[in-house]
């Protein structure tokens, strides 16, 4: 039974994962040249180039305030989406939505709202609120907004269902005990609630981390959102660099798990218990 | 009410009287309460007693300001409540499932309405030390709810919702959790409680043996209306109309036709019975009556005694339940009528055996349960 877990489990994750390690270290000539190291070259090259290394602070500094964004920005919206009202159910398609589209929709549909000739400018130009067209698009606010559109349904739909875990009552019992709701969701809600946001911002992370078609379409491949997804591809397709491809690969996921780590970390002093809802 | 580092009574003054006025909830076209009147004096344990969807948690729940009210208003001292949201009503709360904060040790979740209060540390810590000796869980102040039984979860809520002293306190159905031999324990630990704080309870529960125990006096409900209040005994004696009867453990319900109708006393007659009632409700000859009579009032008699004036019943066993002390013994009479006796004696099932009752027991009621006005005004008054 266990037997073509296993081998599925072996050929499309253990082999290519080794084999890319293996890969790594076998620098092309001109690496070793330039970098030296012998077979560590790549990684050397990893460190050492700029050009290549400046990519790990560019996706960083996309990844981690979009993910802090989609999960900080989600909370109160699922707080006031637990209510019913009239359109409730129109407001909740409307934020899962985005899931649907896929980058590239995502990615034109940001070019002709958003860009320096499409409705939002032109508009804004014609109301005469300003006279130069906003730059949202082919930079950085691009990619920003592409991974929040993306990412934001995600976020949402996860801390929706860790909110419905919370047993209701839980609420009730802390008003009649005198809690208003700031110190409600400071006492009661929020700490039933952090292991679910750990949770969430690990997953919204590694997924906006892993940037790659939008930082070409809405963004400014070559400076600005030159992330490390491109570099890698890049290696590959332009260099025929497999080895460097794969090292980028790898420090990508290095970089991945030491800040799931550190948020896994600060979690495990969190209750992690049931907390009684019907999810 | 921030009191800084003040020693004595914080807890709201009690009141006088809580008083519900016309108290009414209406959800989405169905009427969950209607015309709820009832005055709580202080000090009173009242217990909400009926069967399940009757109004009762409900009532709670309005009462705590949990839910709004549709109609009607809750005074205290002739001072409107219904208006003020749960936090700042002064009220503890037990809910059936407890709902003790899982991330929060039973410390904690004690010292919590204390720490809204922003009490000085020193009164807290004192407080709460109080709470734990009032239900005896002072060694597991630093557990987690996870790692207490039911029984000791139970007692971290009713101590969380007490430690203030509030001016009321609410409990929703605390013991139906429980299993038996824990539940009759904590009966007596609500009691004691009682007792000892004096704080006014209204309590919900569909069990009348332990509304009849723990109560002052009990309002009975039915589909969100209040069908009769009294103390225990008024209530167990003397039931207000056939579904407080029901409800009060007067199994046997008959549906039977008044033949004569003389002060108080009734004939009334069908399925092969004919036996002389007392009249609770006012009925008239020819009237179709409910006729109820309690299991423990039918007394077996030996086959063929005769006794002269009293009601007899022909009958033969069918089933017999050992109940320890006493038998329920199952009969049917003659004429197919179903009835069910509480007996000393086992008899044999297949034999054939006389009852009587005393007419003062057998109480008949108006088929319908609208009241009269003398009736509703009687229940005005009573509530």
Request: net charge neutral; glycine share 8%.
């Given at each position: 039974m266990l037997l073509p877990a296993v081998v599925f489990a072996l050929a499309l994750f253990v082999y290519p994962f080794t084999y890319g390690i293996d890969l790594t270290f076998q620098p092309l000539p001109g690496t070793q040249q330039q970098w030296g190291g012998g077979i560590f070259a790549n990684y050397i090259a990893f460190f050492k180039d700029p050009f290549i290394f400046d990519s790990v602070w560019i996706t960083m500094r996309l990844a981690l305030p979009a993910a802090l964004f989609n999960v900080l920005v989600s909370i109160p919206i699922a707080f006031k989406l637990r209510q019913k009202f009239r359109g409730k159910r129109f407001m909740s398609s409307l934020l899962v939505l985005p899931i649907t589209l896929g980058t590239v929709l995502t990615a034109q549909g940001l070019l002709i709202f958003a860009g320096r000739q499409g409705w939002l400018n032109r508009f804004l130009i014609e109301t005469g609120i300003i006279s130069e067209?906003?730059?949202?698009?082919?930079?950085?606010?691009?990619?920003?907004?592409?991974?929040?559109?993306?990412?934001?349904?995600?976020?949402?739909?996860?801390?929706?269902?860790?909110?419905?875990?919370?047993?209701?009552?839980?609420?009730?019992?802390?008003?009649?005990?005198?809690?208003?709701?700031?110190?409600?969701?400071?006492?009661?809600?929020?700490?039933?609630?952090?292991?679910?946001?750990?949770?969430?911002?690990?997953?919204?992370?590694?997924?906006?981390?892993?940037v790659f078609p939008s930082a070409r379409l809405v963004g400014d491949p070559g400076g600005a959102t030159r992330v490390m997804a491109l570099m890698a591809y890049r290696s590959f397709a332009e260099q025929h660099d497999y080895g460097m491809a794969s090292t980028i690969a790898i420090m990508m996921g290095v970089i991945e798990l030491i800040v799931i780590a550190i948020v896994l970390l600060g979690r495990s002093f969190l209750y992690r218990g049931s907390t009684g809802g019907k999810g | 009410m921030k009191v800084q580092g003040e020693v004595a009574h914080v807890t709201a003054s009690a009141f006088d009287s809580l008083q519900l006025k016309n108290v009414g909830r209406s959800f989405g076209g169905q009427e969950a309460l209607v015309g709820l009147n009832l005055t709580i004096r202080q000090g009173e344990f009242i217990a909400l007693l009926g069967p399940s969807g009757c109004g009762k948690s409900t009532a709670l729940n309005c009462l705590a300001g949990l839910l709004p009210l549709t109609r009607g208003e809750i005074l205290i001292d002739d001072k409107r409540i219904d208006l003020l949201p749960p936090e700042k009503r002064d009220f503890g709360m037990v809910f059936q499932n407890y709902a003790l904060f899982?991330?929060?040790?039973?410390?904690?979740?004690i010292a919590f309405s204390l720490h809204m209060r922003h009490l000085a540390k020193a009164d807290i810590a004192r407080r709460v030390a109080k709470g734990l000796a009032l239900v005896k869980l002072e060694e597991h102040a630093k557990k987690l709810p996870g790692q207490l039984s039911g029984g000791q979860?139970?007692?971290?809520?009713?101590?969380?919702?007490?430690?203030?002293?509030?001016?009321?306190?609410?409990?929703d159905e605390p013991l139906s959790n429980l299993d038996t031999k824990l539940r009759l324990e904590m009966r007596t630990e609500i009691r004691r409680l009682h007792q000892?704080?004096?704080?006014?309870?209204?309590?919900?529960?569909?069990?009348?043996?332990?509304?009849?125990?723990l109560a002052d006096r009990l309002v009975v409900l039915r589909e969100g209306r209040?069908?009769?209040?009294?103390?225990?005994?008024?209530?167990?004696?003397?039931?207000?109309?056939?579904h407080v009867a029901d409800f009060m453990g007067y199994r046997n319900l008959l549906d039977l036709r008044v033949e004569t109708v003389s002060g108080g006393l009734?004939?009334?007659?069908?399925?092969?019975?004919?036996?002389?009632?007392?009249?609770?409700?006012?009925?008239?000859?020819?009237?179709?009556?409910?006729?109820?009579?309690?299991?423990?009032?039918?007394?077996?008699?030996?086959?063929?005694?005769?006794?002269?004036?009293?009601?007899?019943?022909?009958?033969?066993?069918?089933?017999?339940?050992?109940?320890?002390?006493?038998?329920?013994?199952?009969?049917?009479?003659?004429?197919?009528?179903?009835?069910?006796?509480q007996s000393e004696t086992a008899p044999v099932p297949g034999d054939a055996v006389t009852l009587t009752v005393d007419p003062g027991r057998i109480l008949v009621y108006r088929s319908n349960l609208d009241m009269s006005s003398e009736e509703s005004e009687l229940a005005q008054v009573q509530a």
């Amino acid at each position: 039974m266990l037997l073509p877990a296993v081998v599925f489990a072996l050929a499309l994750f253990v082999y290519p994962f080794t084999y890319g390690i293996d890969l790594t270290f076998q620098p092309l000539p001109g690496t070793q040249q330039q970098w030296g190291g012998g077979i560590f070259a790549n990684y050397i090259a990893f460190f050492k180039d700029p050009f290549i290394f400046d990519s790990v602070w560019i996706t960083m500094r996309l990844a981690l305030p979009a993910a802090l964004f989609n999960v900080l920005v989600s909370i109160p919206i699922a707080f006031k989406l637990r209510q019913k009202f009239r359109g409730k159910r129109f407001m909740s398609s409307l934020l899962v939505l985005p899931i649907t589209l896929g980058t590239v929709l995502t990615a034109q549909g940001l070019l002709i709202f958003a860009g320096r000739q499409g409705w939002l400018n032109r508009f804004l130009i014609e109301t005469g609120i300003i006279s130069e067209p906003l730059q949202l698009v082919n930079n950085y606010l691009g990619v920003m907004f592409s991974l929040i559109i993306s990412g934001f349904p995600f976020a949402y739909l996860l801390i929706s269902s860790y909110l419905s875990g919370i047993d209701p009552a839980l609420e009730a019992a802390a008003r009649t005990l005198g809690a208003d709701w700031k110190q409600r969701f400071r006492r009661v809600t929020l700490p039933l609630l952090a292991p679910g946001l750990a949770t969430t911002f690990i997953l919204t992370f590694v997924l906006a981390f892993s940037v790659f078609p939008s930082a070409r379409l809405v963004g400014d491949p070559g400076g600005a959102t030159r992330v490390m997804a491109l570099m890698a591809y890049r290696s590959f397709a332009e260099q025929h660099d497999y080895g460097m491809a794969s090292t980028i690969a790898i420090m990508m996921g290095v970089i991945e798990l030491i800040v799931i780590a550190i948020v896994l970390l600060g979690r495990s002093f969190l209750y992690r218990g049931s907390t009684g809802g019907k999810g | 009410m921030k009191v800084q580092g003040e020693v004595a009574h914080v807890t709201a003054s009690a009141f006088d009287s809580l008083q519900l006025k016309n108290v009414g909830r209406s959800f989405g076209g169905q009427e969950a309460l209607v015309g709820l009147n009832l005055t709580i004096r202080q000090g009173e344990f009242i217990a909400l007693l009926g069967p399940s969807g009757c109004g009762k948690s409900t009532a709670l729940n309005c009462l705590a300001g949990l839910l709004p009210l549709t109609r009607g208003e809750i005074l205290i001292d002739d001072k409107r409540i219904d208006l003020l949201p749960p936090e700042k009503r002064d009220f503890g709360m037990v809910f059936q499932n407890y709902a003790l904060f899982p991330h929060l040790s039973v410390e904690k979740n004690i010292a919590f309405s204390l720490h809204m209060r922003h009490l000085a540390k020193a009164d807290i810590a004192r407080r709460v030390a109080k709470g734990l000796a009032l239900v005896k869980l002072e060694e597991h102040a630093k557990k987690l709810p996870g790692q207490l039984s039911g029984g000791q979860q139970q007692r971290v809520a009713i101590a969380r919702a007490v430690v203030l002293e509030p001016r009321l306190v609410l409990m929703d159905e605390p013991l139906s959790n429980l299993d038996t031999k824990l539940r009759l324990e904590m009966r007596t630990e609500i009691r004691r409680l009682h007792q000892s704080l004096g704080l006014t309870t209204v309590y919900v529960t569909h069990d009348q043996e332990e509304a009849l125990s723990l109560a002052d006096r009990l309002v009975v409900l039915r589909e969100g209306r209040m069908l009769q209040v009294g103390t225990p005994e008024e209530l167990h004696n003397n039931p207000a109309n056939w579904h407080v009867a029901d409800f009060m453990g007067y199994r046997n319900l008959l549906d039977l036709r008044v033949e004569t109708v003389s002060g108080g006393l009734a004939r009334v007659a069908g399925n092969g019975l004919s036996l002389m009632a007392t009249a609770v409700q006012a009925v008239g000859v020819g009237d179709t009556v409910r006729v109820a009579i309690r299991p423990h009032d039918l007394l077996v008699v030996g086959s063929g005694v005769s006794t002269e004036e009293r009601n007899t019943i022909e009958a033969v066993v069918n089933v017999v339940e050992y109940q320890g002390r006493e038998f329920a013994v199952d009969v049917t009479t003659t004429d197919g009528q179903n009835l069910f006796v509480q007996s000393e004696t086992a008899p044999v099932p297949g034999d054939a055996v006389t009852l009587t009752v005393d007419p003062g027991r057998i109480l008949v009621y108006r088929s319908n349960l609208d009241m009269s006005s003398e009736e509703s005004e009687l229940a005005q008054v009573q509530a």
